[in-house]
């Protein structure tokens, strides 16, 4: 039995793609907090999605490298958010109804140019993640990633928190909250494309929002969504990498998958916000209104 548990640390392999979990996961993590503060999971998911297309232009136009795919979805991420923006002012269209027409049409782009490019192993990687093809390089990659993200935005932890919470109030104060605007959203799309390999990009967004949700269930304490968040993230991307190992199942599902259940017992059993606890509590009242 204990061979059995040890058995993933005596490879190498495993051992870039658990560090590599911890970092991603914990970098995600932080960032959930603001992804669900600002109630835009939907806008970045559809980011996340929109990673694709432009990683096949990037590959039709200079070919299959690691750095072509990382500046090609940092490309396209930025393309579909904007064009988005773009859109909404110079039309009727809300900006999420933009968001959806653009990024569905690209990600259909994206996937018939990348059968067309005969690089369909490949795809399934980049829409599903495989970090245990990581290698030093790409752990270093991630690592710096991790550390500009995390300390980008603890630095300006207090002013974007003013701009999520109190737009005018923040901007009277002499916040420029354009720009944090958009520097945290060009910030979580780079933690979006660190996160690739890892769960790819169909399930990034599971990765960057569940960490915080969850917590958010279980303290009213701002603090704890970010630093919680980057616990949870952390600590639950590596025991999915682990589950991955001993159960021969995929490690980019059984990351978001790991997660997701904290979330479900978070959902049922948290002894504020859970249902029980709510359901309890609505009990309690029709017994005794007063």
Known sequence: MIEWLMEPFQHSFNQRAILAALLIGCTNG????????KKSALK?????????????????????????????SLFAALLIGLGSLAVSRGSRIDQDSALAILYTAAFSGGIILLR??????????????????????????????????????????RPLLMTLFDAEV???????????????????????????????????????????ATVYLLTDSTHAMFWGGALLGGLGA???VLAGWWLNIEQGPAIVLVLGAVFALAFFFSPKYGLIARARLARARQTNPS
């Open 30 to 37: 932080y960032a959930s907090a603001f992804v669900v503060l």
């Open 44 to 72: 970045v998911g559809s980011l996340s999605h929109a990673l694709l297309p432009g990683i096949a232009v990037a590959i039709l136009v200079f070919g299959l490298h690691e750095w072509s795919a990382f500046l090609g």
């Open 116 to 157: 067309r490019i005969g690089v369909t192993q490949e795809m399934d990687e980049w829409l599903f993640g495989n970090i245990m093809g990581l290698r030093d390089s790409d752990l270093w990659t991630n690592f710096w990633i991790s550390f500009a993200a995390l300390g980008v935005l603890t630095a300006l932890h």
């Open 170 to 212: 923040a901007a009277t104060l002499g916040v420029p909250v354009r720009a944090l605007n958009y520097l945290l959203l060009a910030v979580l799309i780079v933690v979006l494309i660190s996160s690739l390999q890892a769960v790819g990009c169909m399930l990034a967004i599971g990765l960057l929002v569940t960490p915080a």
């Open 238 to 240: 590596a025991f999915a």
